[in-house]
């Protein structure tokens, strides 16, 4: 697929105006000044359309959903074949074979896989048989090896067979007409499969969604390059997020690191709108003087800035950038900070422009190991361990501390607990909600 081949559907020209589109309305905030996690995402999603589809090879179509029903025009197998290797037979004529009194047929032929009997089986005879072979007409069982001597001229049989055993019928997987996969359906790797048994090679898919990720910054170094100063940082976040959203089955471009000057930014991002169904930028959201997206990120298309009611990742962007509106989450700088968001908002907008349901992930229920406390009045998503016992039931403990900057313990978790707004101690014993970091809904 071309670089920059996906087009957006073409849309009615509207009057010139000065004014930048808006957004749609935001939820209200609360009392607090607040947006709800669950208001912020559902709000997102909404301003957020699915991508349109595309026709794709089935091997690139891995992981995708399907935008048409699919109905096999073929039968699977498409014909009776040998389920073994052995000798195709008619049963009666083996009816009384035991390893002491064998029955003795002729072997009048063989057929190999891909290959055809030239005549069909005669009464009193037995024909070499190959596994996926065609079965000849006149034979109704099949004779395993392993219940013979592999006779070449005759074959010594001692055991008997039911008429049919050891045959795989025509159709008998998937007959010809059957719909096999529905639009929606996400193609793993056995759906994969069964499109090329069934003759299929391409099929319509919603694609891969073009993730541009960018990383804002004076303070920020490339990973491999010296720090020249005490008060520079290496760039995490941009590695991490565009491994997140790779993980999550987009197509990601992550770009270099952009500095606190507006203009770059803003070039920077325009730059990007031609290769990106959606915008990924980390740092500058938050209430300080240097938080550049936030300043000059209204310049250039509808934005939504809002405090969201949980904790790491309460500063939070949204906008719909340029002429082709295209989206743009701005997450928080803090390394934790942004990947809770991340899961938070940015996976399910990906899983939405797939057309991958569920959007969220599924949330789970384990028993806390120890005691948990929170703050009330925020969502508190703290990085856990999930661990199993004997009887497979989940268990989870807290992964180090809350600081939102604590990256080596975030790398160590495989959960995020979700302690509700109104929750101020879990009790251990107690169930708590997460969701698993390792399982792909």
């Known amino acids: 697929m071309p670089l920059f081949g996906r087009k957006k559907s073409p849309e009615p020209e509207a009057p010139a105006q000065h004014a930048l589109p808006s957004l749609p309305e935001p939820p209200a905030a609360r009392p607090d000044g607040l947006r709800s996690l669950a208001d912020h995402r559902d709000y997102l999603l909404d301003c957020i359309e699915e991508l349109p589809p595309f026709g794709q090879q089935i091997l690139d179509a891995l992981d995708l959903s399907l935008c048409e029903d699919i109905v096999s025009t073929v039968n699977l197998p498409g014909f009776d074949n040998s389920a073994m290797d052995g000798y195709a037979v008619q049963a009666a004529d083996v009816a009384d074979a035991t390893p002491g009194s064998p029955v003795i047929l002729p072997v009048v032929g063989e057929i190999a896989a891909g290959k055809s009997a030239s005549h069909p089986l005669s009464p009193g005879t037995a024909m070499k048989i190959m596994t996926g072979a065609p079965v000849p007409a006149g034979a109704d069982a099949i004779i395993p090896y392993e219940d013979t001597d592999r006779g070449e001229q005759d074959v010594r049989i001692f055991a008997p067979r039911e008429a049919g055993q050891h045959i795989r019928r025509r159709g008998e997987d998937v007959e010809a007409d059957t719909q096999v996969f529905s ?5 793993g790797p056995r759906a994969i499969g069964l499109l090329a048994a069934i003759g299929l090679d391409k099929v319509l898919v919603r694609p891969r969604p073009r993730v541009v990720v960018v990383s804002t910054g004076s303070e920020l170094v490339e990973p491999g390059l010296p720090l020249d100063s005490a008060d520079q940082i290496y760039d995490s976040n941009s590695y991490m997020l565009a491994a997140a959203a790779r993980a999550a089955g987009a197509q990601v471009f992550r770009v270099g690191l952009v500095s606190d000057d507006p203009e770059e930014v803003k070039q920077t991002i325009s730059d990007q709108q031609v290769r990106a169904d959606l915008i990924l930028t980390t740092g500058g959201v938050s209430q300080g003087d240097f938080d550049v997206v936030k300043a000059v990120m209204p310049e250039m298309g509808a934005t939504d800035f809002a405090q969201v009611a949980m904790q790491p990742g309460k500063p939070q962007g949204f906008g719909l950038i340029g002429e082709d509106r295209t989206p743009m989450i701005m997450l928080p700088g803090n390394p934790v900070s942004a990947f809770v968001s991340f899961e938070a908002f940015v996976r399910p907008a990906i899983r939405k422009l797939m057309g991958t349901r569920p959007y969220g992930r599924t949330a789970v229920r384990c028993v806390a190991s120890h005691a948990i406390t929170s703050i009330p009045g925020k969502v508190q998503l703290a990085r856990g361990i999930v661990t199993y016992d004997e009887n497979g039931s989940r ?27 109104e929750t101020e101690l879990v009790a251990a014993g107690d169930e708590v909600v997460v969701w698993l970091l390792n399982e792909d809904d």
């Open 395 to 421: 268990q989870v403990e807290l992964a180090g501390g809350h600081g939102s900057h604590l990256l080596g313990d975030l790398s160590r978790a495989n959960a995020l607990v979700l302690l509700a707004e």
């Open 183 to 187: 639009a929606g359906d996400r193609l």
